[in-house]
C-alpha cells in the first residue's frame, strides 16, 4: 500500500527533517509511528500526501509513485486518503456538519447518501449534538473530532492520523481509538502518529519508531517503547 | 457537472457573500465607487465629443460671387460645389440677404450703413459646410477657380485651429477614459485579490482534503460576478439619477448651454456598468485565486 | 513611552510592510490610483476655472460718446466712471480708432468701408471693465445717465448667460472635487480595512498576551502613514509628469488655447497628495483596527 | 490568589458550559483541572483571562472581582497572567524568538532584559535552536514549547495551561511539567488543564474534576481518576 524508499527531506533552512527513510505498508496493516516532538513525523505525513515534496527518494502509494503526479491528479490522489492534521485544519465559515459534508461534496456524492452518512459519522465521533456549531465553538477535543470525523466519512482506503487523540480525555481516546481500529479492521489500512504510550501499548500493533530523521525501530506488536 | 454540484456552488457562493459581510460590502462598494468615477468621466467626455462635434458644424466656407452672375449660372455654380468632395451643404445668400445680415451685425449701430441700401455694394455669397475640417484645404480652392466666384473666405487660420482642438480634446478624453477605466480594473481587482487573501488558508485547506481547482473556484467566481454586478448596477443608478438631475437643473438655468439629453448619455449606463462590473468581479476572483491554489 | 517601545514600532511596522508585501503592495497602489484620478480630475478643474475666469474677462461695456464731447469732457468722464463701483478699467477708443476695428472686422471685406473715411460716421467711445459680470447690471445705467454719453451697449443676455455658465461649472466641479475627493478616502480606507481584517487573528492573540490598544495600533498607523505617503508621492509624481507632458504637447499643436502652466497647476501636488495619503493612511489604520481591539 | 463564586456560562447557542461551579485556588497551589471533553475546563480558563464573561457568578483573581475591570485595566490584568492557550495562538509572522520577544515588549522590558531572559526561556523548553523559525516551521510539539515558553517568559504569579503537553511525546512533556512544578515551587500558582492521567497521578497535586459543567470532584493530592 505504502513504500517509503530511501526517503530525504531537507527543509528550505536546510533542516534535515528526514534522511533516508525506508518502509513498508500492507494493504490492511494498523501501524503507528512514534518519536518524539519534532522527529520527522508529521513530515511523513505531510509527504505522503503531497503537502510537501520530498528532496530525493521515491514515495509509492496503492502503486503509484506519487512524486510522479500530474498536478491535475493530486486531488484524486488526495481523496483515496483521509486525513487528521494534527492542527485540525476545519474551514472556520462551516458548520460541524458543513465541514463533515464538503469532503463528500468535493467528490460529488448524492444529496442522499450524504444526507444518510454524515449524520451517522459525527454520531460516530459523539458529536451529533454539535453539528450546528461553528468550530470556533468547539471545545478541542470536539475539534479534533471532527477531523476525524470528516477524514473517515468517504471511506478512505488509506487513513491518515497525526496524533488524533493529543485533545482528548483517555476515555475519548479510547473510544476514538476502537473506532479507527474498527476501520481498520474492515479493510482500511491506517498510519497513526501518537504519543499516547498506553494505547499503543495496549493495541499491539507495528510500531515503526522514529528520531532525529532516522528510523530507529520497526516492530510487529510493539510498544512506544520510550519514557524511562 | 452533476446538478447537485451546481447547486451547491450557488448556495456557496451566496453563503460565502454573507459570512465574508465586511469582504463583501466592501468589494461592492469598491466597484461601485469606482465604475461611478468612470461614469462620471464618461458623461463628461459624451458632452465634450457632443460640444466639439458642434463647434466643428459651425466651420463654413463663404464663397462671394461676382455681380454679373445671373440665376442660371448661379444654379449651375451651385450643382458644381455640391459635386466637390466633402461638401455637404450649400446654400446661397442674395445681395440683399448680406446686408440685412451686416446691418445685423453692426447691431444698435446699424444707423451706420443707412447710405448702403441705395447702391448695395455687399456681394451675394454660397456658404458652403463640409464634412470636416480637414476637408476645407481641399475643397476652397476648387471653389476659387470656379467661374463667378469672386473670393472665397474660409478662415484657415481658425479652421486649423479648431480642428486641432477638437482632436486634442477626442484624443485626450479617449486617453483619460482608457486611464480610467484600467484604474477601475485594477482597484476592483487589488479589492479582490485582498478579499481572497484573507480567505488563503481555507483555500490551502479545500486543497489538502482533495478538491479540484474548479471545485474551488466556481463559488469564488460566482461571488465575484455577483458582488461586481450589485456594484456596477449601483454605480450606474447613481450616475444616471446625478446626470439626469444635472441636466435638468442646466436646463432650467442657462438656455444657451445643455448638457446631452439623459436618454442619449446615460441611459445605457445601467447595462454597461452592470455587465463591465460583471466581469472585473469574475475574472478578478478568478485571478486572484490562483496563487492560492498551487498547494 | 520608553525610547525602546518607539524603537519597537518603527522597526515593527517596517517588517510588517515587508511581510505582508501583498497587501502593502495593494495599499500603495490603491492611495496611489485614486489619488492619481483625484489629481487629474483636480488639474481638469484647475483649467476648467482658468478658462471661466478668462470668458470673464473678455465681458465688457462700451458707451458711446456724443460727436460733440471735447478732449476735457472726455477726461471729466473718464474719472466719472472709473469712480463708479465695480468698474475695473477705462480705455478711451478715438473716431479713428474705431473706423479701423470696424475695418479690421469687415476683413476681406474692407474695401466696402471706403466711403465712409470722408465723414466717419462712428462714434468715439469707452470700452470699460468690470470686476464681475454681476456688476454689469449696476455700472451700465449709471454711466448712460452721464452727460456726453450717446448710448451704452453691454450685451445684457451675453454677460448673464457667461455668467450662469461660470458659476455652473465653478459650483459643478467644486462638486465633484468633494464627491472625488470622499470616494478616494473610502477606496483607500476600504483597502486599508481589508488589510487589517485579514490580521485580525493576529491582533486577537496580541490583545489576549496582555499588549494594550496602543502598543497594537501603533504600528499599524506608522504602516499606514508609511504607505500612504508613498502611494501619494508617487500619484502626484505621475500626474505632475503627465501634466507637464501634455501642456507642452498642447502647447506646441495649438496656439490659442493653452494649459495652465504646470508650475501653477500641479507643482504644489506633491507635498498635497503626499501629506493627503500619510494623512488617510493613518486615520485609515486607527479607524479600521479599532474594531478588532475590543476582545 | 483565584476564586470562582457561583460562576455559571451559558453560550450564545444556549448550551449551558458551567453551571454554579464555586472554588478557591490559594497562592502558591498547583492545581490540575480534569475532565472529559466538552466539560468546560477550556471555559474556566477563558473566564479567568476575560476571553469570555461568565453569564452570572464572580470571578475574584488577586483580591480583584475581574468582572468588574475597566476595558483599560485588562490588559495589565492579562499581563500577570502566563497562558498556554489550547491552540496555541502564535503569531504566524513572528520568528519563535520574536513571538517570546514579544510578551516581555508589551511589559516594556529593556533590551537588556529581553536579551538575557528570551534564550534561557528558550533553552529551557529546549527549542534554542529553534529561535529563528516562524511557527509554520515548526512541529506540533515545538509550537506547543514557544506557547509555554512565551507564557512564563516574564515569571507571572499565576500560569494557566491548557493541555500544555497534548501534542508532546511523554519524555518531552515529563520534562515540560518538571519545569512547571520548578516554576510552580518558585511561587507560581498554576492551574493546569491536563488529559495526561500518567502525569496527574505521578505528581499527587490537587485535582478538581468537571463533568458536563458541575465539578464533581475536588481532591487534595489526587489522581486522574478516569477511565476502567
Ligand atoms: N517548513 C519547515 N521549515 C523548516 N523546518 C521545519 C519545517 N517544518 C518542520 N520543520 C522541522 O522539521 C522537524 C520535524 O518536524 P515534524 O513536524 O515532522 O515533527 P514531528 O515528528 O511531527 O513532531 P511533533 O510530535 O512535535 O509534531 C522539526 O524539528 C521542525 O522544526
Ligand atoms: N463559543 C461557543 N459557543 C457555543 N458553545 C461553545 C462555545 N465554546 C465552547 N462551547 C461548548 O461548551 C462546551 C465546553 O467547552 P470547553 O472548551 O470548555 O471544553 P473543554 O472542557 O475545554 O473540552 P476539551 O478537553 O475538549 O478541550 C463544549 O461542549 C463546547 O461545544
Ligand atoms: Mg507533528
Ligand atoms: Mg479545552
Given at each position: 500500500m505504502i513504500e517509503l524508499k530511501n526517503v530525504s527531506k531537507v527543509y528550505k533552512n536546510n533542516h534535515i527533517a528526514l534522511s533516508n527513510v525506508n518502509f513498508k505498508v500492507q494493504k490492511g496493516e494498523f501501524v503507528f509511528l512514534v518519536g518524539p516532538s519534532g522527529a520527522g513525523k508529521s513530515t511523513i505525513l505531510k509527504l505522503l500526501m503531497k503537502e510537501i515534496e520530498p528532496t530525493s527518494g521515491d514515495i509509492v502509494v496503492n502503486n503509484v509513485?506519487?512524486?510522479?503526479?500530474?498536478r491535475k491528479e493530486i486531488p484524486y490522489y488526495r481523496r483515496s486518503i483521509g486525513v487528521v492534521f494534527q492542527d485540525f485544519r476545519?474551514?472556520?465559515?462551516?458548520t460541524v456538519y458543513e465541514n463533515v459534508e464538503f469532503a463528500m461534496q468535493i467528490v460529488e456524492a448524492s444529496h442522499k447518501d450524504i444526507k444518510k452518512r454524515v449524520p451517522q459519522v459525527l454520531d460516530m465521533v459523539g458529536l451529533y449534538s454539535k453539528q450546528k456549531n461553528y468550530p470556533h465553538q468547539l471545545s478541542g477535543g470536539e475539534q479534533q473530532r471532527v477531523a476525524i470525523a470528516r477524514a473517515i466519512v468517504n471511506n478512505p482506503k488509506l487513513l491518515i492520523c497525526d496524533e488524533?487523540?493529543?485533545?482528548?480525555d483517555p476515555d475519548t481516546a479510547q473510544e476514538i481509538m476502537s473506532l479507527i481500529n474498527d476501520i481498520n479492521k474492515s479493510g482500511t489500512t491506517v498510519l497513526m502518529v501518537t504519543h499516547a504510550k498506553d494505547l499503543v501499548d495496549r493495541m499491539k500493533k507495528r510500531v515503526i519508531a522514529i528520531e532525529k530523521g532516522v528510523i530507529v525501530r520497526d516492530q510487529q506488536r510493539g510498544v512506544y517503547g520510550y519514557e524511562d | 457537472m452533476r446538478i447537485n454540484t451546481i447547486k451547491y456552488y450557488i448556495k456557496e457562493s451566496l453563503k460565502s457573500v454573507y459570512r465574508n459581510r465586511i469582504m463583501s460590502l466592501a468589494s461592492i462598494t469598491t466597484v461601485a465607487a469606482t465604475l461611478f468615477i468612470l461614469g462620471v468621466f464618461m458623461a463628461l467626455a459624451i458632452n465634450v465629443n457632443r460640444f466639439a462635434a458642434n463647434v466643428e458644424d459651425m466651420i463654413e466656407i463663404t464663397a462671394f460671387l461676382k455681380d454679373d452672375v445671373t440665376t442660371l449660372k448661379q444654379q449651375e455654380l451651385e450643382r458644381q460645389i455640391r459635386e466637390i468632395q466633402g461638401v455637404v451643404s450649400v446654400e446661397y445668400e442674395s445681395k440683399e440677404k448680406a446686408l440685412e445680415k451686416f446691418k445685423e451685425q453692426l447691431?444698435?449701430?446699424?444707423?451706420?450703413?443707412?447710405?448702403l441700401e441705395e447702391s448695395n455694394p455687399l456681394p451675394a455669397s454660397f456658404i458652403i459646410k463640409v464634412d470636416s475640417p480637414d476637408s476645407v484645404e481641399y475643397v476652397s480652392p476648387r471653389i476659387a477657380q470656379l467661374e463667378g466666384v469672386l473670393k472665397v473666405k474660409d478662415a484657415k487660420k481658425t479652421v486649423q485651429t479648431i480642428g486641432k482642438l477638437v482632436k486634442i480634446v477626442r484624443y485626450s478624453s479617449t486617453v483619460l477614459m482608457i486611464i480610467l477605466g484600467t484604474i477601475s480594473i485594477f482597484l476592483i481587482s487589488n479589492t479582490i485579490k485582498l478579499t481572497v487573501f484573507a480567505r488563503k488558508r481555507e483555500i490551502s485547506i479545500m486543497k489538502y482534503i482533495g478538491a479540484t481547482d474548479w471545485f474551488i473556484r466556481w463559488p469564488f467566481i460566482l461571488e465575484g460576478l455577483l458582488l461586481g454586478l450589485i456594484g456596477g448596477f449601483i454605480a450606474a443608478l447613481i450616475v444616471e439619477n446625478a446626470y439626469t438631475y444635472a441636466a435638468n437643473a442646466i436646463k432650467h438655468n442657462i438656455m444657451i448651454f445643455t448638457l446631452v439629453p439623459p436618454q442619449e448619455a446615460v441611459k445605457q449606463f445601467w447595462w454597461q456598468f452592470s455587465l463591465l462590473g460583471t466581469l472585473i468581479g469574475g475574472f478578478g476572483s478568478y485571478i486572484s485565486i490562483r496563487r492560492f491554489l498551487s498547494v
Open positions: 509513485n506519487i512524486t510522479n503526479l500530474k476545519l474551514l472556520p465559515d462551516k488524533p487523540t493529543g485533545n482528548l | 447691431g444698435e449701430n446699424k444707423d451706420l450703413a443707412k447710405g
